[in-house]
């Protein structure tokens, strides 16, 4: 497949896969979301839907295209995935970073270690050699890619949905080829400013995988404007911040496994829940948002375990937060569109910088 | 005579015994908490899969939360425990066993014994599941004492490398222990302590093959109560006393000609963890037809050898490479070999919901299983210490249906 013009694809699942050794080895790194409804059965049924799709989807061929894809270790479900991958889904073949959960310094040696060992198997699987002569040009690319998403993140109030989806779902499709305007320019340029923009409920999402704008449209609908987002499959998937390499001095090896440690950490790694909700504090304060929804997916282990707590402490620093509960393997509907509409209804009437 | 007729052996001693030794493990624990400050040894909760023989060796207490809570789920007071997490805020969809204790934590009144005593450190080691990881963190918070958390990374297929990483943290382990506790390590100590465990888990594994006999003098549910000290006293004398009895009693079994299901026709294999709230009504059918299970996956986990002149290198093998750490391949050819050792006719899954790791595959093991074997699997839906997730009928038709077929 060839679809974007840049070359043989390799799906990830995860965010912690280094796309930047994807690059370096002569392929394109293309984010797979998770499907809407999975259906197979070949997963018990109380692993979570999103993973349950992604085996779906390699079982039924919608794969196939991809040259591979990569796995990281994450959680117990995606554990399960990347073992039964291998015996059940003949292409694309499964290619593995068994990522520390740990992520301080006893952890450094270990994952570039890790990380090393997938670039010497993806050069043999490609024919390009990975070496720091590959990889550094593919972590300034990555870098400098990052740098754009990062200024495109900061203001993606301004963004259409649609448009803001689409780079979520392609993250590394290169601003200049398919996206020849970027989009928060082009939005500022085809519409006036809107006033109403400035009293909407700015709220930021942070939970499990979703695997559509769905909730972005009904938030939209009901008043809100979603500022910011701390979920794999949206602007937590962009490896953001920008990791720090200066080529002159620093071992690229290093620089990959320090940058992929460092990222705000998913609830999969320690140390991890203060840590996560700093940072999505954080968010919450440069985005200068008044809500939080947090979004607990049924059997998503991981996030159900610190929905609770973060909900009560983010109400303590004087957020309002809404938990909304994602049923497996089914859109939101009704139901969601009501809790979520109260929401941002009750935000209009208690915050006195929205109306 | 129909199986269901026969007499069965007398119940093994050791039955009572054992809990009686459980009993008095977490009652020392509870008083202990009672003494001076000078004589207070410090206690810590861990996870199973933790190197329990480092924190032993500097006289640190070790209680298993996931212990208790099984044997809170065995007395049927699991549901109640459950429910106080629920409205707490837990999710149901959480571990039982996590959510059991977390019950204990918040009502310790509702629970047996009064619940564990609060620890002064916590140790989880990620080798059993990820869940622990965020259970002890939850727990770190709520007693706001400090965690170790030792990553022994998933094996998906043969890693020196994460042997490496495993045996560095241990050593981070035993600063980290010096620190929190204040008490010195001694290399010397951790040598008897690492021997001991040697002895009752080499003990222990000396006992599960004695299911390779026929007929097996001991069916699994037995396994499940009497695993209790391997998994909470390893590297305690006595835990190789009990062992050492146990061994003795089923030696005596063997040459009185007992077995465990009189009349035994049908050898199986169980895999996962146990009902816990129907340890041995589950297996009733299985018992009345001649079925016995003579050997299971997850009595193994304890069956760790202990090698090597490196002590620490040993620990690290040994708790890296337990079987829930390991590739659906690798379980696969475990299982495999245990049907051929054990002359097993068919083998019973529990899809765990509580436990990923184990149940999360089981649908591709079975199959893996039954085209390399050609032995029938019946997978039973049901939950480890949630009687909630239990439902009799249909789980009754299924193990009525798959004895008729092995029949």
Known sequence: ?355 | MPAALMPGPPRLHCLSYVNRLLARHYLVARQSRHLPAFARPPLAWVTSGAPVEILRSMGIMCVYPENFSALVAARKQGETLCRVAEDAGYSPDLCSYARINLGSVLRPQLAPLGGLPPPDLLVACNNICGTVLKWYQELALLFEVPLFVLDAPFLYEEDTAALDYVRGQLEELIVWLEKTVRRRFQAARLEQVVARSAEATALWEEIRQLGRLRPSPINVPDLFVTMGPVVTLRGSQSATRFYSRLKRELETRVQKGLAAVPGERIRLLWDNIAIWYRLYRFFRPFTEQGACFVVDTYTAGWSVRLQGEDPLRALAVAYTTVFLNRSVEYRARQMQQLIRDFAVRGVVMHSNRSCKPYSGIQPVLARLISSHTGAPVLIVEADMADPRVFTEEGVRNRVEAFLEALS
Request: with cysteine; proline share 11%.
């Open chain 1, 1 to 355: 497949m060839n679809t974007h013009g840049a070359g043989v694809e390799f799906g990830y699942l995860c965010s912690y896969f280094p796309v930047e050794l994807v690059l370096a080895a002569g392929l394109h790194p293309a984010r797979i979301l998770p499907a809407v409804s999975p259906s197979t059965g070949l997963l018990p049924p109380f692993l979570c839907a999103p993973v349950r799709s992604y085996l779906e989807a390699g079982i039924s061929g919608d794969l196939s295209a991809l040259a591979g894809v990569g796995f990281v270790h994450a959680c117990d479900a995606m554990q399960c995935l990347a073992q039964v991958w291998g015996v059940l889904v003949p292409a694309p073949r499964a290619f593995l970073v068994p990522s520390p959960t740990r992520r301080d310094q006893a952890a450094l040696p270990r994952f570039r270690a890790a990380l090393q060992r997938l670039g010497r198997v993806l050069g043999e699987f490609t024919g390009h050699q990975v070496g720091e002569e590959e990889l550094g040009p593919a972590l300034e690319e990555v870098n400098g890619h990052r740098s754009y998403l990062a200024a495109l993140m900061a203001r993606r109030d301004t963004v259409p949905i649609p448009d803001l989806w689409e780079v979520f779902r392609t993250p590394w499709r290169p601003p200049d080829r398919a996206r020849p305007q970027d989009p928060a320019q082009r939005s500022a340029r085809s519409q006036p400013p809107d006033p109403s923009q400035q009293t909407r409920p700015r709220l930021v999402l942070s939970g499990s995988p979703v695997p559509s704008p769905d909730l972005l449209f009904m938030l939209e609908e009901a008043g809100a404007l979603v500022v910011g987002d701390d979920i794999c499959t949206m602007e937590r998937g962009l490896g953001l911040p920008t990791q720090c390499y200066n080529p002159e001095k620093d071992d690229p090896w290093d620089a990959l496994a320090r940058h992929y440690l460092g990222l705000p950490p998913c609830p999969c790694r320690h140390p991890g829940p203060e840590v996560r909700r700093e940072h999505l504090h954080s968010l919450l304060e440069s985005r200068r948002a008044q809500g939080a929804v947090l979004l607990a997916e049924k059997f998503c282990e991981p996030q159900l375990w610190e929905q609770h707590r973060t909900a009560t402490w983010l109400r303590q620093k004087g957020i309002a937060v809404t938990v909304l509960e994602q049923e497996s393997g089914r859109r939101p509907g009704e139901r969601e569109r009501t809790r979520l509409q109260a929401f941002v209804e009750s935000l209009m009437a208690t915050s006195p910088e929205v109306r």
